[in-house]
């Protein structure tokens, strides 16, 4: 009988932390260090076609745009570790994960965004312009976005002449 109070400790305690870690689609999301977001263009005519990606880390944030599979631009930038931890915080208020495509449609957008944690992809979330996602999603896409400093200047580089 004196087991009980020990074990109700033990108990007491596991549930606390259990309850007080940030937890998301069965994720934890104090463990995630990659968070990636993927925009590809097919609404566009080829040449003004710019897809790209966004890889953001606890220590740099690498930014790549390509024109069907030819890379226009691939550079890294700084972040501050708060606000990678900010980014990871909004991210419990993501839509539930999976696919929201709009069958045989063609000249979308498409989206996606997910979050890893050492390499293994835990949420992702892909949905096409005909579709919508709630307002904490658009923030969070929006929010990624801004980690770019003059990202519209970099999307409008031009394609190299090809011979």
Not at 15 to 37: G, P, R, S, T, W
Not at 42 to 53: E, F, K, N, W
Not at 126 to 144: A, C, P, R
């Amino acid at each position: 009988m004196k087991l009980i109070p020990v074990f109700s400790l033990i108990l007491g305690t596991c549930i606390f932390h259990a309850c007080n870690q940030k937890i998301v689609n069965n994720m934890n999301i104090d463990n995630i260090d990659l968070i990636e977001y993927r925009f590809r263009d097919s609404s566009t005519p080829p040449q003004y076609h710019r897809s790209y990606l966004i890889r953001a880390t606890e220590e740099k944030v690498e930014f790549k745009i390509d024109v069907y599979g030819t890379i226009l631009v691939d550079t890294v930038f700084g972040i501050e570790a708060s606000r990678f931890q900010q980014l990871k915080s909004k991210a419990e208020m993501l839509d539930p994960p999976g696919e929201k495509i709009t069958e045989a449609a063609t000249g979308t957008k498409s989206y996606r965004i997910s979050l890893l944690e050492k390499g293994k992809e835990n949420y992702q979330l892909y949905w096409d312009s005909l579709q919508s996602v709630g307002k904490e999603t658009d923030d969070f896409k929006e929010e990624i976005k801004s980690l770019i400093p003059e990202m519209g200047q970099l999307l409008s580089t031009p394609m190299k002449n090809r011979k």
